[in-house]
């Protein structure tokens, strides 16, 4: 059924989403399928199927198969914003009881074991919200981008965070605190939400309680509980990135450079959050932190120039392999060196300007075998 609220042209945009959505993932399946069926076209194929599905309009543009191979772990469910169902296909490799990958799709997958609506996208955790597969009717879908919204989600998350002894968790699932992945995603997803329009919410509550949680070392963020995947606190290693400015190789985090960048970006989104609220020094303060990425920056990292790399307490930098995940989680420094989203000139300026960064970027995109050999 369409979402409540919404106008006759979002519904039919939704709709018009929902039957890319279809034409893709079906294209070749019977009517009615009783059993996983084979899903035979290529790429090209599907976007002119669903190209063809909304001529003219812009949903025909969409590529909802971004991801959905090569361990990107997405679904190319149609679905609404914060909405309690994920509507999506699921694949399988033969075994109809599984899925082929922790997502629920796979395109390399060329069977369809149903349609589920639970499912987490871009996970590499199976078994967070499963459920019974079925074949579908089709129908419609809304969705719609609602601050208000956004704003209780984010009073949301207050209100746990005050329950947890002021601990923001990064990957609350079903209510509960995972401790999953790494960095403080809490305070760019509030300063998101805000900047966004979702102001009716706690704001000031809310940034004092993650601006505590930034300065304020706890024994959880100290002790490495559940490092590195799970690590308890909220910012781990936070002794080492006030003392140090970075966290260094070694410390309780899921990879130390990985944690610096995180805890920059974090950071960052707190400086905006203060400046909202009139705080300057808490602004000033927390942008000057922002900065502290530049302390992992090796301009001799490798002959072909410099990357962001892990970097011992003593100052000194270890043996370093650009392709390496060492000091990062799940990714690489040839990866996570793009990571500096707030302050893209600083990064630019120390990759040598604009030309060579963007034969860098170039590189870096254009397969996984030159990724490594970044700025040639």
Do not use: K
């Amino acid at each position: 059924m369409p979402s409540p609220g919404l106008s006759r042209a979002a519904r039919r945009a939704a709709a018009a989403a929902f039957a890319v959505l279809l034409a893709v993932v079906t294209a070749g399946l019977p009517a009615a399928a009783a059993r996983p069926a084979e899903m035979t076209p290529g790429p090209a194929e599907v976007t002119g199927r669903g190209a063809t599905a909304v001529a003219g309009h812009p949903a025909g543009e969409v590529d909802p198969l971004i991801g959905s191979a090569g361990g990107g772990n997405t679904f190319p469910g149609a679905v609404v914003p914060f909405g309690m169902v994920q509507w999506s296909p699921e694949t399988t490799r033969g075994d109809a009881t599984r899925a082929a990958a922790p997502g629920g799709y796979a395109y390399e997958a060329r069977r369809v074991r149903g349609f589920s609506l639970t499912h987490l996208s871009g996970t590499g955790c199976r078994g967070a919200s499963g459920d019974v597969p079925f074949m579908p009717h089709s129908g419609e879908v809304g969705s719609s981008l609602e601050p208000a919204v956004a704003a209780d989600i984010a009073q949301s998350l207050l209100n746990q965070a005050t329950q947890n002894g002021g601990a923001w968790d990064r990957w609350t699932h079903q209510s509960g605190a995972t401790h999953v992945m790494a960095g403080d995603p809490s305070a760019p997803a509030v300063a998101g939400i805000v900047a966004f329009g979702g102001t009716g919410f706690d704001v000031a509550g809310a940034f004092a309680s993650l601006a505590r949680a930034a300065t304020v070392p706890t024994a959880e963020d100290l002790g490495g509980a559940g490092c590195p995947v799970e690590c308890a606190g909220q910012r781990p290693a936070l002794d080492r990135w006030l003392a140090l400015h970075y966290v260094p190789a070694g410390a309780p985090a899921w990879g130390g450079a990985g944690e610096t960048l995180e805890d920059a970006t974090a950071d960052f989104s707190l400086a905006q959050l203060a400046g909202r609220l009139g705080d300057r020094p808490a602004y000033e303060r927390f942008l000057a932190r922002a900065g502290y990425w530049r302390n992992l920056w090796n301009p001799a990292a490798t002959a072909a120039g410099g990357y962001l790399q892990e970097r011992n307490a003593d100052g000194s930098w270890p043996a370093f392999d650009p392709a390496s995940d060492q000091g990062f989680a799940e990714g690489s420094s040839a990866q996570y060196s793009w990571m500096v989203p707030f302050d893209a000139r600083g990064l630019i300026e120390l990759m040598g300007g604009d030309e060579r960064a963007s034969r860098r970027a170039g590189a870096s995109t254009a397969s996984s075998a030159t990724v490594t050999a970044a700025g040639r």
